[in-house]
């Protein structure tokens, strides 16, 4: 009616999954799908995987950032046809547009290729009277039946010439849940101008349908245009026959796990009742031991056969953990009390001749299982599943024909005998559709009539498309010429302090490396870069160091690593002050020139701390300084420096 804008309506409170859908989605490809993980918590699959390319069922209409996209809908007997054809190695047929109920018609422009032309229905009843039984696709009732208010009488709508410039008179509605019917009254003037002009025009009854801007994301991610229907039929079949040999192969070692369980079971049995195998007064662990011994199955070796498939959900992590084990050289873990349940756990029922028969017989069926499977082909297991949706779609037609003629009935009986006649009519009309339905039902035979081509599904044609986008994040490459590890090139001192600054895993690398001669760097004029630059001459001027004292190394890295196993900056002066004192020449700060913005002929004056901690009043003037110059001998200048 609205178009899904009265979604909150009571009608739509009770929601149920249809019967149709486990026949598009399989039971069988629950076990194959790639389910995501959610915070260790198993959720939906990536993607599911249905039998038929439900976006060409449902269609798919929106925008999105940068890209809009518009898929109608298609007939799924029409997509069903095609992907039995294409089993059969037959080549596939253009799809038209279907809408489910629509009673209109959907023609191919002519005059624009991927363009369809949607009419509704519209006939003349009367010289006045006009019945519009269905709208265009889109189009709503409401939004509709809107339109046709602007278009009666209103107070103050006159023409210049003083006539009426209303397209009707007056209309009335008799719509149902599923069908629309407005009959339209109008002037014979205006009935013969609509008349001319054509009623679909007039009443516009006719909008358009594209498939020029079929945008959809593909099995990788990308984004992908295509361009027809037959394209993402194509592309969807090369998918749907790869989840089809996956399916394969999970059910035969499903299978296969149970004839293996059914035949220790019943070998277990026979050893038991025949004497061979003793059960009773015995060590739990001799018992494995000897059932290890007997060739009998773990149930850990069972399932392994599910994770060979490589599709159950811990067949990674067992596969990684059995490397594991290989690698580490430990002999094979012995059987847990777990591992033979399957068999100890049975009951003293199952000792009985009868039992032992049932498991004979559940076995052979089981092996004639396993045998029909592995002879199925591919294409045979897809035609069966079509084959069974086609079935459930005719129970639903068959379901919803049933209640239209019960409705139709109550209709007819809350009208008069001679209206019930005159109701009787439009179920004379599905005769022509019912006839078409019998055509394709005979072209359907005809088709199942030929044989499948194994191997058919493979043999499709590349599909055109444009795709965009990276899709799946890409595997990572090991670089073709690797850059060498930071650290590893030798530090430029020279460059400027700012640039030169290294992160703490830089400077731990650069401690492993052996230091090389490099160059004093030129000092910042700050306190920092002074004092780098006084220990730097103190380094270079000694004239003839002792073999057993090494040099003072001064680099970045290894002042930053000696100073790290210092206390604080006491410790550091009294570590100079000794490395200092090795050489034959005393230590002078001046005899590299005065500090910048000092003139040469100035004394630094040096304050002791412990005077500043006095009061201002007594510190005033009684502060111990010492001046140092050039005849200041060693010890009085290093017990100074101690101090400051």
Same mark, same amino acid.
């Given at each position: 009616?609205?178009?899904?804008?009265?979604?909150?309506a009571?009608?739509y409170?009770?929601?149920?999954?249809?019967?149709?859908?486990?026949?598009?989605f399989?039971?069988?490809d629950?076990?194959?799908?790639?389910?995501?993980?959610d915070?260790?918590?198993?959720?939906?699959?990536k993607?599911?995987?249905?039998?038929?390319?439900?976006?060409?069922?449902?269609?798919?209409?929106?925008?999105?950032?940068?890209?809009?996209?518009?898929?109608?809908?298609?007939?799924?007997?029409?997509?069903i046809?095609?992907?039995?054809?294409?089993?059969?190695?037959?080549?596939?047929?253009?799809?038209?547009?279907?809408?489910?109920?629509?009673?209109g018609?959907?023609?191919?422009?002519?005059?624009?290729?991927?363009?369809?032309?949607?009419?509704?229905?519209?006939?003349?009843k009367?010289?006045?009277?006009?019945?519009?039984?269905?709208?265009?696709?889109k189009?709503?009732?409401q939004?509709?039946?809107e339109?046709?208010?602007?278009?009666?009488?209103?107070?103050?709508?006159?023409?210049?010439?003083?006539?009426?410039?209303?397209?009707?008179?007056?209309?009335?509605?008799?719509?149902?849940?599923?069908?629309?019917?407005?009959?339209?009254?109008?002037?014979?003037?205006?009935?013969?101008?609509?008349?001319?002009?054509?009623?679909?025009?007039?009443?516009?009854?006719?909008?358009?349908?594209?498939?020029?801007?079929?945008?959809?994301?593909?099995?990788?991610?990308?984004?992908?245009?295509?361009?027809?229907?037959?394209?993402?039929?194509?592309?969807?079949?090369k998918?749907?026959?790869?989840?089809?040999?996956?399916?394969?192969?999970?059910l035969v070692?499903?299978?296969?796990?149970?004839?293996e369980?059914l035949?220790?079971?019943?070998?277990?049995?026979?050893?038991?009742?025949?004497?061979?195998?003793?059960?009773?007064?015995?060590?739990?662990?001799?018992?494995?031991?000897?059932?290890?011994?007997?060739?009998?199955k773990?149930?850990?070796?069972?399932?392994?056969?599910?994770?060979?498939?490589?599709?159950?959900?811990?067949s990674?992590?067992?596969?990684?953990?059995?490397?594991?084990?290989?690698?580490s050289?430990?002999?094979?873990?012995?059987?847990?009390?777990?591992?033979y349940?399957?068999?100890?756990?049975?009951?003293?029922?199952?000792?009985?001749?009868?039992?032992?028969?049932?498991?004979?017989?559940?076995?052979?069926?089981?092996?004639?299982?396993?045998?029909?499977?592995?002879?199925?082909?591919?294409?045979?297991?897809w035609?069966?599943?079509?084959?069974?949706?086609?079935?459930?779609?005719?129970?639903?037609?068959?379901?919803?024909?049933?209640?239209?003629?019960?409705?139709?009935?109550?209709?007819?009986?809350?009208?008069?005998k001679?209206?019930?006649?005159?109701?009787?009519?439009?179920?004379?009309?599905?005769?022509?559709?019912?006839?078409a339905?019998?055509?394709?039902?005979?072209?359907?035979?005809a088709?199942?009539?030929?044989?499948?081509?194994?191997?058919?599904s493979v043999?499709?044609?590349?599909?055109?498309k444009?795709?965009? %986008? $990276?899709?799946?994040?890409?595997?990572?490459?090991?670089?073709e #010429? =690797? &850059? /060498? !590890?930071?650290?590893?090139?030798?530090?430029?001192?020279t460059a400027?302090?700012?640039?030169?600054?290294?992160?703490?895993?830089?400077? %731990? $690398?650069?401690?492993?490396?052996?230091?090389?001669?490099?160059? #004093? =760097? &030129? /000092? !910042?004029?700050?306190?920092?870069?002074?004092l780098?630059?006084?220990?730097?001459?103190?380094?270079?001027?000694?004239?003839?160091?002792k073999? $057993?004292?090494?040099?003072?190394d001064?680099?970045?890295?290894?002042?930053?690593?000696n100073?790290?196993?210092?206390?604080?900056s006491?410790?550091?002066?009294?570590?100079?002050?000794?490395?200092?004192?090795?050489?034959?020449?005393?230590?002078?700060a001046?005899?590299?020139?005065?500090?910048?913005?000092?003139?040469?002929?100035?004394?630094?004056?040096?304050?002791d701390?412990?005077?500043?901690?006095k009061?201002?009043?007594?510190a005033?003037?009684?502060?111990?300084?010492?001046?140092?110059?050039?005849?200041?001998?060693?010890?009085?200048?290093?017990?100074?420096?101690?101090?400051?």
């Amino acid at each position: 009616m609205q178009g899904g804008k009265d979604h909150a309506a009571s009608r739509y409170i009770y929601t149920r999954l249809a019967n149709v859908t486990r026949l598009i989605f399989h039971a069988d490809d629950d076990k194959v799908l790639q389910y995501l993980d959610d915070e260790g918590q198993s959720i939906e699959p990536k993607w599911y995987c249905p039998i038929l390319p439900t976006v060409l069922v449902n269609g798919a209409d929106g925008i999105g950032t940068g890209w809009s996209t518009s898929v109608p809908n298609y007939n799924p007997r029409d997509i069903i046809r095609n992907l039995r054809k294409m089993l059969r190695g037959e080549a596939m047929e253009n799809m038209v547009p279907w809408y489910r109920g629509f009673r209109g018609s959907i023609l191919v422009n002519e005059k624009e290729p991927g363009r369809y032309d949607v009419v509704g229905c519209i006939e003349k009843k009367n010289e006045t009277t006009l019945v519009i039984s269905e709208l265009p696709v889109k189009t709503w009732t409401q939004s509709y039946k809107e339109w046709l208010e602007e278009q009666m009488p209103q107070e103050g709508k006159k023409s210049e010439e003083g006539g009426a410039t209303s397209l009707i008179q007056d209309f009335r509605e008799f719509h149902t849940e599923n069908t629309v019917h407005f009959e339209v009254t109008l002037t014979p003037e205006k009935m013969k101008e609509c008349e001319a002009a054509g009623f679909e025009k007039s009443f516009k009854m006719k909008s358009s349908v594209c498939t020029t801007n079929m945008v959809l994301f593909d099995a990788e991610g990308k984004i992908a245009k295509y361009n027809s229907a037959l394209d993402i039929l194509q592309e969807f079949c090369k998918l749907r026959r790869s989840v089809y040999v996956t399916r394969k192969a999970y059910l035969v070692s499903k299978l296969t796990r149970e004839k293996e369980i059914l035949s220790n079971k019943a070998r277990f049995i026979l050893m038991v009742v025949k004497g061979e195998l003793e059960l009773r007064k015995r060590k739990k662990a001799d018992l494995l031991k000897d059932l290890q011994k007997h060739g009998f199955k773990m149930m850990s070796e069972l399932d392994a056969i599910l994770e060979d498939s490589g599709k159950t959900a811990n067949s990674a992590e067992a596969a990684s953990a059995a490397k594991a084990k290989e690698d580490s050289g430990e002999p094979e873990a012995e059987a847990e009390k777990t591992d033979y349940d399957y068999l100890l756990g049975m009951n003293l029922w199952s000792l009985t001749f009868e039992k032992v028969e049932e498991l004979k017989q559940q076995f052979e069926v089981k092996k004639q299982e396993l045998e029909v499977l592995q002879k199925t082909t591919i294409e045979m297991m897809w035609d069966r599943d079509l084959e069974a949706l086609l079935k459930g779609l005719d129970e639903i037609d068959a379901l919803e024909e049933e209640e239209a003629e019960q409705t139709a009935s109550f209709i007819d009986g809350r009208r008069k005998k001679d209206a019930s006649r005159a109701a009787s009519k439009p179920v004379a009309k599905k005769a022509a559709p019912k006839a078409a339905t019998d055509e394709s039902g005979k072209a359907d035979k005809a088709l199942l009539k030929r044989p499948l081509q194994e191997g058919g599904s493979v043999d499709l044609v590349d599909v055109a498309k444009t795709t965009w %986008g $990276a899709g799946a994040p890409p595997a990572r490459k090991n670089p073709e #010429a =690797p &850059a /060498p !590890p930071r650290g590893s090139e030798p530090v430029d001192l020279t460059a400027p302090a700012p640039k030169a600054r290294r992160t703490a895993a830089a400077r %731990g $690398a650069l401690q492993e490396l052996p230091q090389t001669p490099a160059p #004093a =760097p &030129a /000092p !910042p004029e700050d306190a920092a870069g002074l004092l780098s630059r006084l220990l730097n001459r103190t380094a270079t001027s000694i004239d003839t160091p002792k073999p $057993a004292v090494p040099a003072l190394d001064l680099t970045r890295s290894s002042l930053s690593s000696n100073f790290s196993t210092l206390g604080g900056s006491e410790d550091l002066f009294s570590y100079l002050g000794s490395s200092s004192s090795s050489s034959n020449k005393p230590f002078n700060a001046l005899d590299f020139g005065a500090p910048p913005g000092i003139a040469a002929t100035d004394s630094v004056v040096i304050e002791d701390d412990a005077a500043e901690s006095k009061p201002k009043a007594k510190a005033k003037g009684r502060a111990k300084a010492a001046v140092v110059d050039d005849d200041d001998d060693g010890e009085g200048r290093a017990s100074k420096r101690r101090k400051a």
